[in-house]
T-cell receptor, first 111, second 114 residues
Framework: AQRVTQPEKLLSVFKGAPVELKCNYS??????LFWYVQYSRQRLQLLLR??SRESIKGFTADLNKGETSFHLKKPFAQEEDSAMYYC?????????????FGGGTRLMVKP | ETGVTQSPTHLIKTRGQQVTLRCSSQ?????VSWYQQALGQGPQFIFQ???????GRGNFPPRFSGLQFPNYSSELNVNALELDDSALYLC?????????????FGSGTRLTVV
């Protein structure tokens, strides 16, 4: 079954420290993966997608098919990075096209 | 207006009642999806509509139904409400040919069933 796992509910770091938000997936096909972010009192919004290999707000994520992971990384955390982060897997099957989300990780960046 | 708008923002219903949640998709987006987000969990896919027809459904019972209209608006209807239906309901829209470039999400409707 397709599944996305974010093992950490909460990650707390100090400003300037490196950040790695973990995401593991299980999927029988070729995965299309995303990171979504939700800042306080704002809507869920796309942060980045692996297909475009982009860096947004200093964040990057590399797809590792061998380890079935898509961890989100940033070398130097900023206070404004504090938010909920969701890893999501794009699925296409008989049930339609859909995103399967992980449970989310709350990132807290302390001053 | 650009973006995805949902109404109402908050709603309280009694168990057994019926509820209709509304979504206005981003202009030109012909695909709309609905997600349920329970407290402390990630969003779960309910169903998707493309050009006014349901073209995908998650693991939700038939009492969850929807409609999509030609003006890019859509509805989520839930009959016979249960306490476990209390959640944030998110609407997301996209262009079909850009589906996996990501959705545009609305702010959600928080439904409380008492």
């Amino acid at each position: 079954a397709q599944r996305v796992t974010q093992p950490e509910k909460l990650l707390s770091v100090f400003k300037g420290a490196p950040v790695e938000l973990k995401c593991n997936y299980s999927y029988s096909g070729s995965p299309e993966l995303f990171w979504y972010v939700q800042y306080s009192r704002q809507r869920l919004q796309l942060l980045l997608r692996h297909i475009s290999r982009e860096s947004i707000k200093g964040f990057t994520a590399d797809l590792n098919k061998g380890e079935t992971s898509f961890h989100l990384k940033k070398p130097f955390a900023q206070e404004e990075d504090s938010a909920m982060y969701y890893c999501a897997l794009w699925r296409v099957n008989n049930a339609g096209n859909m995103l399967t989300f992980g449970g989310g990780t709350r990132l807290m960046v302390k001053p | 207006e650009t973006g995805v708008t949902q109404s109402p923002t908050h709603l309280i219903k009694t168990r057994g009642q019926q509820v209709t949640l509304r979504c206005s998709s981003q202009s030109g987006h012909n695909t709309v999806s609905w997600y349920q987000q329970a407290l402390g969990q990630g969003p779960q896919f309910i169903f998707q509509y493309y050009r006014e027809e349901e073209n995908g459904r998650g693991n939700f019972p038939p009492r969850f139904s929807g409609l999509q209209f030609p003006n890019y608006s859509s509805e989520l209807n839930v009959n016979a409400l249960e306490l476990d239906d209390s959640a944030l309901y998110l609407c997301a829209s996209s262009l079909d040919e850009e589906l996996y470039y990501g959705y545009t999400f609305g702010s959600g409707t928080r439904l409380t069933v008492v």
